[in-house]
């Protein structure tokens, strides 16, 4: 048979729970973020009457929930103070993608970086023509997490609403 080093596998357990611990404090921060922001979005609706058939959280910062039967949509940044932006679909002209970048790297070797991410609303409203909702800001996280197809599917999900009502509207 062999030996058991008792020491060793002592050390070995006291390493892995100190390797473990900052990762498992971290997820549950993370959890209860969510759950916070979870919170916030269930009462949010219920107040405004919403029923979101479509919801995004991303980066435990931004959320988007489209209603289609009220044809609503609501963006909240979370911030110290959450900022709620509510759009109303009927009201919508066009919708577009903004992508602000820069180049970086010599002759042979030019890449493109991503400064900022907004999806911006056209509206008929003379008072506000348009809006503009952030999905990424460089100044605030260093790489893109696939916001780039999250924000491409929102557009195309909002545009495929947007003709439905003109649809509707031409019958």
């Not at 030996?3 to 921060?29: C, Q």
């Not at 916030?40 to 405004?48: D, Q, R, Y």
């Not at 489209?66 to 900022?83: G, R």
């Not at 030019?110 to 400064?115: A, C, E, P, S, Y």
């Amino acid at each position: 048979m062999f030996e058991i080093d008792y020491i060793t596998i002592g050390f070995a357990v006291v390493l892995s729970v100190a390797f473990m611990t900052p990762l498992y404090l971290n997820h549950r921060k993370n959890k209860k973020i969510e759950e916070t922001e979870n919170q916030f979005l269930a009462a949010l609706a219920k107040e405004k009457g919403l029923h979101f058939s479509h919801k995004e959280i991303w980066r435990n910062r931004y959320m988007l929930g489209l209603d289609t039967q009220l044809k609503k949509l609501v963006y909240v940044h979370f911030e110290e103070v959450p900022v709620v932006i509510e759009i109303d679909l009927d009201q919508i002209q066009s919708i577009e993608i903004h992508e602000k970048t820069h180049e970086i790297g010599g002759e042979k070797e030019k890449r493109k970086v991503t400064d900022n991410l907004d999806l911006t609303f056209h509206t008929r409203n003379p008072q506000r023509r348009q809006v503009t909702l952030e999905f990424y800001d460089a100044e605030k996280f260093s790489d893109l997490n696939g916001e780039l197809p999250l924000i491409r599917n929102w557009q195309s999900l909002l545009q495929s609403n947007l003709k439905i009502k003109e649809l509707v509207s031409a019958v």
